[in-house]
């Protein structure tokens, strides 16, 4: 069975301080997805990144960074500079990358992240 | 516009109504979905349409009756709920059953 965790349930911090949120998982599959979503307060969850499993370059898309690392079964992700409009829940998920496994994420509790200015 | 729309946005109902949830995506998708957003629990996968056929029903309760009458367009019916359904229902289409699922802002219901 697949599982992720998101320690972290809520972070408040700063306006341009840096936050990381921490994601570990767990799956029997060689292969699979990983995902970043965030849920602002209006509800709707909006995709930030997707990576594979065979993947483990990091990312870094302007503000924001991610952290995959294999042997931890973790991937984790960095806001730097943090401003008040990263306010949200983020949450991470696992799928997996074959076709006849259907398109099943596993989500992990999320994050609350808090930025005051 | 986003590309996947629910309405109702908030949703009061009792337990012994009948009402209907709405979800349509603008974004060409052939695979579609229901999920479960409560308070205590992580996001629960509901249901899973792929070309309007039903692939995946997470042993969901029979007053949740889910119905996906073209690619763009996902309904969930809901009927005898109990309070514990209160819940944020989401929706969410996909290019196809491997590809990044897109989310609308979902309905937020509160059954008394």
């Known amino acids: 069975a697949q599982k992720v965790t998101q320690a972290q349930t809520e972070i408040s911090v700063v306006e341009k301080e840096d936050v990381t949120l921490d994601c570990v998982y767990e799956t029997r599959d060689t292969t699979y997805y990983l995902f970043w979503y965030k849920q602002p307060p209006s509800g709707e969850l909006v995709f930030l990144i997707r990576r594979n499993s065979f993947d483990e370059q990091n990312e870094i898309s302007g503000r924001y960074s991610w952290n995959f690392q294999k042997s931890t079964s973790s991937f984790n992700f960095t806001i730097t500079a943090s401003q008040v409009v990263d306010s949200a829940v983020y949450f991470c998920?696992?799928?997996?990358?074959?076709?006849?496994?259907?398109?099943?994420?596993?989500f992990g509790g999320g994050t609350r992240v808090l930025v005051k200015p | 516009e986003t590309g996947v729309t629910q309405t109702p946005r908030h949703l009061v109902m009792g337990m012994t109504n009948k009402k209907s949830l709405k979800c349509e995506q603008h974004?060409?998708?052939?695979?579609m979905y229901w999920y479960k957003q409560s308070a205590k629990k992580p996001l629960e996968l509901m249901f899973v349409?792929?070309?309007?056929?039903?692939?995946e029903n997470n042993s969901v309760p029979s007053r949740f009756s889910p119905e996906c009458p073209n690619s763009s367009h996902l309904f969930l019916h809901l009927h005898t709920l109990q309070p514990e359904d209160s819940a944020l229902y989401l929706c969410a289409s996909s290019q196809d059953r491997v590809n990044i699922q897109y989310f609308g802002a979902g309905t937020r219901l509160s059954v008394l």
């Open positions: 974004l060409g998708h052939n695979a």
């Open positions: 349409y792929n070309f309007k056929e039903q692939t």
């Open positions: 998920a696992l799928s997996e990358a074959l076709i006849a496994a259907g398109n099943k994420l596993t």
